[in-house]
């Protein structure tokens, strides 16, 4: 299946989390082409700074594996994971990384060092406009 295809799929789950009062980002992870795991942002549900769409679908498909490694896997987010869901990433193994949007404040490519694994590719700009018209609109009605 092709990239665009899974992230409409994460974009989905990014509406999902903005119709929640959430930051609109969504995340899945596909292995062999099925997709293992689905999550959105859940920090202002679960009270949780750490409950990121990238952290809840790591932990949805490592046990849906039955492993803490996803090197077969390939993680489709809505807007460029922060530092910690980098560092997530690179513990888990990630093998493939596909992202909608760059965040330019807090992405994980601000900092100098390479936060994912050596063995990770990654993909940026897949349905990026798509994916920053979403937080722009998100932004904008929360400033009025």
């Known amino acids: 299946m092709p ?15 903005a119709d929640n009062g959430e930051i609109p980002v969504g995340a ?5 082409n ?11 549900q679960l009270k949780d700074v750490t409950a990121h769409a990238e952290i809840m ?16 896997c390939t ?10 869901c980098a560092g997530a990433l690179f513990w888990a193994q990630l093998g493939r990384l596909v992202i909608g949007a760059a965040d330019a404040r807090r992405g994980y490519s601000r900092v100098e060092t390479n936060l994912l694994h050596p063995k990770t590719r990654v993909e940026t700009g897949v ?10 609109k998100f932004f904008t009605r929360l400033r009025t």
């Not at 990239?3 to 999902?16: H, K, P, R, V, W």
């Not at 099925?34 to 202002?44: D, F, L, S």
Request: some cysteine; overall charge negative; glycine content about 2%.
């Open 3 to 17: 990239d665009d295809y899974f992230m409409e799929i994460a974009l989905t789950l990014a509406e999902e989390a």
């Open 57 to 72: 679908a790591i932990t949805s498909a490592t046990q849906y594996l039955g492993s803490k490694y996803l090197p077969d």
């Open 28 to 32: 899945i992870v596909v292995c062999r």
């Open 127 to 136: 349905l990026a406009e798509e994916s920053q018209a979403l937080l722009a």
């Open 34 to 44: 099925r997709i293992i795991a689905k999550a959105r942002n859940q920090t202002e």
């Open 75 to 84: 993680m489709y987010v809505t807007l460029e994971p922060c530092v910690m």
